[in-house]
């Protein structure tokens, strides 16, 4: 009899993204952010630590890849791994649960239209 304990997939899902930033650090290197202080620039709030060890979690989990270009000073940068790039369903739908809420007039119908489509081009999602 097999006694391997089961674990909800949806579980291993979001025990691979749980840190706080994970999603939207994710998210902005769909959008071309690779370098640290490019993350930071862009969330004031996010503390370097946070970030480094959020980074770090990410990279161990296979979703992100660390490279240090040899310049003065040192710069890092990070790009998402094909595993990485495959939570771009994810992504999208993440975006596409609030913009098509009908009820939420955070957006007007054109800036919502514009999302959708950046969204979907960023992501490289296909009907």
Not at 73 to 100: C, D, Q, R, V
Request: proline residues 2%; hydrophobic residues 30%; aromatic residues 8%.
């Amino acid at each position: 009899m097999n006694t391997e304990k089961i674990v909800c997939p949806v579980d291993r899902t979001l025990n691979l993204i749980n840190k706080k930033w994970s999603i939207q650090i994710i998210r902005d290197m769909f959008f071309g952010k690779k370098h640290f202080k490019e993350f930071k620039e862009d969330k004031p709030k996010l503390s370097n630590k946070v970030l480094s060890n959020c980074l770090k979690e990410l990279e161990e989990n296979g979703l992100i890849e660390k490279h240090v270009l040899d310049t003065t000073p040192i710069t890092t940068e990070y790009h998402l791994t094909e595993y990485g790039k495959s939570m771009n369903k994810i992504i999208y739908e993440l975006a596409m649960f609030t913009l098509h809420d009908a009820n939420d007039n955070s957006y007007s119908d054109e800036i919502r239209n514009d999302l959708k489509k950046t969204f979907k081009e960023k992501l490289e999602i296909n009907d």
